[in-house]
């Protein structure tokens, strides 16, 4: 069994810079692909960013230029570095795991950013 647990949301003004980071623990040997999602208030859950074990990254056209994923694979922790952020990047922000061997996700609590002056 795979566990995420993320750190990081809180308040920051428009154009701010904020760091996600987010643990997995259990089995995370057999993760191949992490990341992060979102979902703002009355919306959908939608991709943010992931990363593949092998390095390759995948990031929505909304975020693009201004958030950065990267992932630790001894740690088994992934990272969204967000700058420039705009009030419209206000959400709940999940971890993302994917054991494609499974084909098993798992995800974390979530994690609330908020983009405010």
């Known amino acids: 069994q795979v566990h995420l647990a993320e750190l990081g949301g809180g308040l920051v003004p428009p154009g701010g810079s904020l760091r996600l980071s987010c643990a997995a623990s259990g089995n995370a040997f057999s993760i191949t692909t992490m990341g992060w999602y979102r979902q703002a208030p009355g919306k959908q859950r939608d991709l943010v960013a992931t990363v593949h074990l092998s390095g390759r990254k995948n990031y929505a056209d909304a975020v693009k230029g201004r958030f950065t994923v990267s992932r630790d694979n001894i740690k088994n922790e992934v990272y969204l570095q967000m700058d420039t952020l705009k009030p419209e990047d206000t959400a709940v922000y999940y971890c993302?795991?994917?054991?494609?061997?499974?084909?098993?996700?798992?995800w974390g609590q979530g994690t609330l950013v908020t983009v405010s002056s």
């Open positions: 993302y795991a994917h054991i494609s061997a499974l084909n098993v996700e798992r």
